[in-house]
């Protein structure tokens, strides 16, 4: 089976510091390659892969744009969409496209598929969520219509959910073109396992109400807890940038929502307590040790969480996850077995208090047995196959 990986154009591959999308497509890369599927990867080149063929539009990461007014960061996709679809038409071996890309991927493929020469395609909904009342309360433009105006047409596009939360509300006439959820995963032969903690707490997010971080300052400020906080910050990735732009009162980023929901309501709880604190964007070994030695990761949501990538990351250190009960938490953690399930602020705080009745040894082997790239990519080649048997096509699926 030859596979067509079409990723985002934002980060490349493989991840330095923060990714979502792009941290699950390597697992899920290494699985595939371990199965024998060959695989190339559309996406942004200014970082490869070692032995995978890569082709891409821009060499330089877009990802500072990614935020911009849709008619500034619109381009930018649309040109990596065209061509990654005209490259794979070009190739005419390919026998499924695996597309990553938000709401964009599937119109545009739902159309280009009607030319037959192009392969089925299976789509990753990443999320965001299918519009719900406290979505539209928030002010958020309602994306039902999109969905229903896209289930008219989809034809030889087929979409996966990463979670059964995620999909769950989708509408109706869109359950026709779904295939059953598929987990991300992480390598978790790269995280390194420590039994023995050091006294911190961390969260790891890109800063954003959603993410609830605030709820973690503000806690441990009050208990003085020491609490270890990494991320963006719209696109700030370190602790000197981030010093900077608060001391400049004309700074560029008062009108970014990230850089604000940090001034606003997390630099108050690092002002009170000098045990809570921003540390940067990690990467690499820094990461891993960071995740690996902490106490446990807060996970605050205020939304409906496709997935978190963060939490099967922290896990897989044996790292366990006091995480809020909303969206695909209840999927991913076994309350009381790899960390807590709160419901509220006050059952949050007294499970940070419990941690230590978590053993890593189980957040270790929840992840090994359920969040694994050779499951995931196991799943998808199941589904790569479904698509091609629905699409009537010739070829050997082993």
């Known amino acids: 089976m030859r596979v067509a990986i079409i990723a985002p154009p934002w980060l490349a591959l493989p991840v330095k510091g923060y990714g979502g999308i792009e941290v699950v497509l390597e697992s899920l890369i290494s699985g595939l390659l371990a199965a024998g599927v060959e695989v190339e990867v559309f ?49 005419g071996k390919f026998d499924i496209i695996h597309d990553h890309n938000h709401y964009f991927g599937p119109e545009l493929l739902a159309w280009a598929t009607g030319d037959m020469s192009l392969p089925p395609v299976v789509h990753t909904h990443h ?48 359950h026709e073109h779904m295939l059953p959820t598929v987990y991300n995963s992480v390598r978790v032969e790269k995280f390194p396992f420590v039994a023995e903690k050091k006294d911190y707490y961390i969260t790891l997010a890109r800063f954003t109400c959603d993410k609830g971080q605030h709820i ?41 929502e990230g850089y604000q929901y940090y001034k606003e309501k997390i630099l108050p709880y690092t002002l009170q307590s000098d045990k809570v604190k921003y540390v940067g964007n990690l990467a690499d070994s820094e990461k891993m040790k960071f995740l690996s030695e902490a106490k446990a990761l807060l996970f605050p949501i205020d939304w409906e969480e496709p997935f978190g ?16 009960n909303r969206g695909a938490m209840s999927e991913i953690i076994e309350h009381g077995v790899n960390g807590f399930l709160a419901n509220n602020e006050a059952e949050f705080e007294a499970y940070m208090d419990r941690i230590d009745e978590i053993n890593p040894e189980a957040c270790r082997k929840s992840v090994e047995s359920k969040f694994s790239s050779n499951t995931m990519a196991a799943a998808y080649i199941e589904r790569y196959k479904d698509a091609i048997r629905l699409n009537g096509a010739n070829v050997d699926l082993g």
């Not at 891409?56 to 381009?75: C, M, T």
């Open 127 to 174: 999320g965001p969520p299918f519009s719900n009342a406290g979505t539209l309360a928030q002010g958020i433009p309602d994306n039902a219509p999109f969905w229903n105006q896209l289930a008219n047409h989809l034809g030889r596009v087929y979409i996966v959910g990463i979670s059964d939360s995620l999909m769950k509300p989708a509408p109706d006439k869109l």
């Open 43 to 91: 996406g942004n080149t200014e970082r490869t892969i070692d032995g995978i063929k890569t082709h891409g539009l821009y060499n330089v990461e877009q990802f500072k744009y990614i935020h911009r007014a849709w008619y500034d960061s619109y381009p930018i996709l649309a040109a990596h969409m065209e061509f990654s679809l005209r490259k794979i038409k070009e190739d």
């Open 309 to 324: 990538m963060v939490a099967i990351e922290a896990m897989a250190c044996g790292t366990p996850v006091v995480a809020m």
């Open 216 to 256: 973690a300052a503000r806690l441990c400020a009050e208990k003085g807890l020491e609490l270890r906080m990494a991320g963006i910050i719209s696109d700030i990735d370190t602790v000197e940038k981030l010093a900077t732009e608060l001391a400049n009162p004309d700074s560029k980023y008062n009108s970014f």
